[in-house]
């Protein structure tokens, strides 16, 4: 069946893109950097009012004047566009109805809405899509940690039969069929395409949708007009939520650390699954630990408040609800039979409701979309855009209007 | 301590009677007398130390002061007057009680009790406030103050380097008493502490600290120095907690390393208090009866400290075995690499070992806990002296090199970590240009805002005009939405992303 589709797909694709190509300019790549970057010497590398401060052991975790970890940058501005459109063209998958964007749209905080995100075919996936924001910083990927490297974290949605089910050898057929991207690739990488029959090689597809991915820079919340220094950047209630979750009865911030909120580590915490679904051992299978049994990638909460419903699959729809699971007393939600080494600072704050009020009240100063950037507006295979579908879907839920 | 269990399993299936006999019957002890002394100490974490150093400084910094003056009464606000208060200012409390969590997200703030007559300033948390004092910038200083009933930590800080925290006394304060951590460079001083879940005084993620002179007693822990590198604890009065003092590698936790830690002159006195800790945390594993007690932390000096009255073991070296309610830690190196014991006092210690001590002692027929046990078995590390006491896997430690660490005066720096500074691309005027405004204008096309270019050709040489308008906008365009108001930047800030912006050319 699946081989059948391709079949069909691929020359139908080939029809659309000559179609585009007939029709439309050629792109032309943007030759600037995107906010938030300098260009220096051709390359963009990142600019932030963070840099002015220290950092203990350069590990990017501390308090509010704290400096960053280690970051991913130094791409070229062409390298970075073409990653913006590899990332939201679903020419990526197998049959042309999955992009990078379906679970990571812009609009819903570079995450899906869904506590279980949905590939293709409909299949729904194990777990929730993490959010892009700030992957620049981060040193491990998935929910179980078991990437190093944006470019190894790829392989998994990419190739993987449930998401996008594309394979290194079509993706590269597909790419190279479409003379629309051959001329992108050839103004992102003009050194490896000086041979006329130069062809798109894959690392040059990871490194693109990886430089795409370390521009999604968030650091202008209001919280970070408070930690620069602007006292009147929050409201008192956010400021006694911010000092609930640094306080040592809450503990937000041993895991959740500034800058980043996050301090990269794996937790094992014992939140439950959705009804039905079978418990999830995390951590324990790619680390080969039995002690991580059920634990998960501390994730980041910048733009938490757009990335509902919470947890690594989805158990919580609310940051209300995902908030009080740390005051329902350590291991309550764990399933008979399961033995887990539940963190340390999982307890019983005993917090009340004022308080888990005022953590969500400081959690929603954590937003900041200012550098968020657009979609392409015309895709080099021809396809169209195909993230709105589940971003639109959303908005109706909510009764807003659709972002268009 | 599943290891030693395992080591001496192995040793009695050997042969029981070979090892029975050497402990029953010791080596005759060899009288040495040196003919020279022995080399200085050397350490890693005395480098930056000693490099600095033109002329012997201890401890000798203060936070920096401006000369304005706060002076908060009883019935006021600690919090307004810090609130009010710019960098450099000293907030004096005076006599009296205070119901509040005060937090200072500003440099080098002082705050200071008056201590009239025995009469401190009273924080009091009155059981359902989670911490008294929150700091998290440079420089800060927290002196005179009685903190008393609060939920969770009485003194913490979240990052913030050179930061004091001195002479305060804590009663009863829930989880931690004094709780730097993130920090570079700190002195935690002449403080009395007691009844505490936790550590009486936690150090931890942190670099060049001195914890000297506290007295800390009725708590878990006494004095837990966590994932640091250069700390410096001497001449505490530690007694009646569970474990006294501690160096761990705590695992989990994103700063992965501790070492350099030297334990000297210090009073591990009767700890023999009943494990009241939080179950789930790591010193809920701790026996009763601990003396010293070092976890995978590296390069420890145990120096002339009198350890007496330590009902298990006086000075304990491990690894996570320890640690046996957490989950493992695969970047984190489990053992305590090299050692150091030099000439303690160890009197009466192991008298009455806890539970988990006591079944660990009886696999190799003992029911009196030993002085000093290494319960990995280290081979890389040294004792001076070794005749002197109860051992137990010490057997393949050497002779320290070393007697005594008396060229480390200090683990704190000579003078206060300066802001970060002369490195490149860090001008503020170009970072809040690309940081911030970035995200709205671009040299030369349209973004949200219009294009750099025409800003320039319509400023000039009027940077002062840009950060005006920037402070406070009003709409000028139709074909712009209006800019949001930057007044979150400060006036300096603002006039250096200006001058940043006119002067850009691509």
């Given at each position: 069946m699946k081989h059948l589709l391709q079949l069909i797909f691929i020359p139908l694709l080939l029809g659309a893109a000559a179609g585009a190509g007939a029709a439309g300019e050629p792109i032309v790549l943007n030759d600037d950097c995107p906010p938030g970057f300098e260009l220096t010497a051709g390359h963009c590398e990142l600019r932030s009012l963070y840099q002015m401060y220290p950092s203990l052991q350069d590990a990017?975790?501390?308090?509010?004047?704290t400096g960053l970890p280690q970051w991913r940058d130094g791409f070229t501005p062409q390298q970075t566009d073409l990653g913006r459109y590899l990332f939201f063209?679903?020419?990526?998958s197998r049959d042309g109805t999955?992009?990078?964007?379906?679970?990571?749209a812009p609009d819903k905080g570079f995450s899906d809405g869904l506590g279980r995100s949905v590939g293709i075919n409909g299949s729904v996936l194990p777990r929730s899509a993490p959010t892009l924001?700030?992957?620049?910083?981060?040193?491990s990927f998935f929910w179980d940690g078991r990437a190093t490297s944006l470019e190894g974290q790829m392989l998994g949605p990419l190739f993987d039969k449930h998401e996008m089910g594309s394979d290194p050898q079509l993706l590269l057929e597909t790419l190279n069929g479409l003379p629309a991207y051959r001329q992108l690739f050839a103004q992102a990488y003009p050194e490896d395409f000086v041979a006329a029959d130069a062809q798109i090689r894959l690392d040059q597809v990871y490194a693109a949708i990886a430089a795409f991915q370390v521009?999604?820079?968030?650091?202008?919340?209001r919280y970070d007009q408070y930690a620069h220094g602007?006292?009147?950047?929050?409201t008192e209630p956010e400021i006694e939520g911010l000092n609930i979750f640094r306080s040592f009865v809450a503990r937000?911030?041993?895991?959740?650390?500034?800058?980043?909120?996050?301090?990269?580590q794996i937790a094992v915490l014992g939140t439950p699954e959705p009804v039905g679904m079978p418990f999830d051992p995390g951590a324990e299978v790619p680390l080969?630990?039995?002690?991580?049994?059920?634990g998960f990638k501390v994730p980041t909460?910048?733009?938490?408040?757009?990335?509902?419903?919470?947890m690594h699959s989805g158990r919580f729809a609310t940051l209300r609800e995902a908030v009080a699971f740390y005051t329902g007393?350590?291991?309550?939600a764990v399933p008979e039979g399961e033995e887990l080494k539940i963190h340390?600072?999982?307890?019983?704050?005993?917090?009340?409701d004022e308080e888990l009020d005022r953590l969500v009240d400081f959690l929603?100063?954590?937003?900041?979309?200012?550098?968020k950037p657009e979609p392409p507006r015309q895709l080099p295979s021809g396809l169209g855009l195909v993230h709105f579908e589940v971003a639109d879907a959303g908005d109706i839920n909510n009764g807003e209007e659709d972002h268009e | 301590m599943n290891k030693i269990v395992a080591i001496v399993g192995a040793l009695v299936l050997l042969g029981g009677g070979y090892y029975l006999g050497k402990s029953n019957q010791p080596e005759p002890t060899v009288i040495k007398v040196p003919t020279a002394p022995k080399a200085e100490f050397t350490s890693t974490g005395a480098a930056e130390v000693a490099a600095a150093a033109g002329a012997v400084s201890v401890?000798?910094?203060?936070?920096?002061?401006?000369?304005e003056l706060i002076v908060v009464k009883d019935g006021e606000s600690i919090q307004d007057a810090v609130k009010a208060a710019q960098p450099g200012a000293v907030i004096k409390v005076m006599p009296g009680t205070y119901r509040e969590t005060v937090y200072i997200d500003k440099d080098n703030i002082t705050l200071s009790g008056v201590i009239e007559r025995g009469n401190y300033p009273v924080m009091d948390g009155?059981?359902?406030?989670?911490?008294?004092v929150l700091y998290s910038g440079n420089g800060v200083t927290v002196e005179n103050l009685y903190i008393t009933?609060?939920?969770?930590?009485?003194i913490m800080g979240q990052a913030g380097n050179n930061y004091i925290i001195r002479n305060n006394i804590i009663v009863d304060?829930?989880?931690?008493g004094i709780f730097p951590q993130l920090g570079k460079n700190g002195i935690v001083a002449h403080n009395v502490i007691s009844g505490?879940?936790?550590?009486a005084i936690y150090v931890g993620?942190?670099?060049?600290?001195d914890v000297v002179y506290n007295q800390v007693f009725?708590?878990?822990?006494g004095i837990e120095i966590e994932n640091?590198?250069?700390?410096l604890v001497e001449g505490n009065f530690v007694y009646?907690?569970?474990?006294?003092i501690l160096a761990f590698i705590t695992?989990?936790?994103?700063?992965k390393t501790c070492g350099d830690v030297i334990i000297r002159?210090?009073?591990?006195?009767?700890?023999?208090?009943?494990n009241f800790a939080i179950?789930?945390?790591?010193?809920?594993n701790i026996p009763s009866g601990t003396g010293v007690l070092v976890m995978a932390c590296d390069d420890v000096v145990v120096e002339q400290n009198i350890i007496s009255?330590?009902?298990?073991?006086g000075i304990t070296f491990t690894d996570f075995?320890?640690?046996?309610n957490a989950a493992k830690d695969?970047?984190?190196?489990?053992n305590p690499n090299r050692p150091k014991i030099l000439n303690n006092i160890m009197q009466?210690?192991?008298?009455n070992p806890a539970p988990v001590v006591r079944a660990i002692l009886a696999t190799q027929m003992l029911t009196r806990g030993p002085d000093?046990?290494?319960?990995?078995?280290?081979?890389d590390g040294c004792i001076l002296n070794p005749e002197r006491y109860r051992t137990?896997?010490?057997?393949n430690y050497g002779e320290c090199d070393?007697?005594?660490?008396?060229?480390?005066?200090?683990?704190?720096?000579?003078?206060p970590v300066p802001p970060?500074?002369?490195?490149?691309?860090?001008?503020k005027g170009k970072l809040a240009y690309y940081?911030?405004?970035?995200g709205c204008h671009a040299y030369g096309s349209r973004m949200i805002g219009p294009p750099t270019q025409i800003i320039q050709a319509l400023y000039m040489d009027n940077p002062e005009g840009i950060a005006a308008y920037a402070a406070s906008p009003v709409k000028?365009?139709?074909?712009y939405p209006e800019m949001p108001p930057q007044?979150?930047?400060?006036d300096e800030t603002l006039l250096e992303a200006a001058k940043f912006m006119l002067e850009l050319t691509k």
């Open positions: 990017g975790v501390g308090g509010l004047k063209d679903p020419v990526l999955v992009s990078c964007a379906t679970c990571h924001w700030n992957v620049a910083f981060l040193n521009t999604l820079i968030s650091l202008n919340s602007y006292a009147d950047a929050l937000c911030a041993e895991c959740h650390t500034p800058p980043l909120f996050t301090n990269q080969n630990e039995p002690t991580q049994r059920g909460l910048r733009n938490i408040e757009l990335t509902a419903p919470y007393g350590r291991g309550h340390w600072h999982i307890w019983e704050p005993n917090l009340t929603k100063t954590l937003t900041d979309e200012s550098f | 401890r000798a910094w203060e936070t920096p002061t401006s000369g009155e059981g359902v406030r989670n911490d008294a009933k609060y939920k969770g930590n009485a304060t829930g989880v931690y505490i879940e936790d550590a993620m942190s670099d060049n600290v009725d708590s878990v822990a640091s590198r250069a700390a009646n907690n569970t474990g006294g695992p989990g936790l994103p700063i002159n210090n009073f591990v006195v009767d700890n023999n208090h009943e179950p789930g945390s790591l010193v809920s009255g330590n009902d298990s073991v075995s320890l640690a046996g695969q970047d984190a190196d489990p009466d210690n192991g008298n000093i046990v290494d319960t990995v078995g280290m081979d137990l896997g010490l057997d070393f007697a005594n660490t008396k060229s480390v005066l200090t683990y704190t720096l000579p003078e970060r500074l002369n490195e490149s691309n860090m001008e940081g911030v405004c970035a000028k365009r139709d074909d007044g979150h930047l400060d």
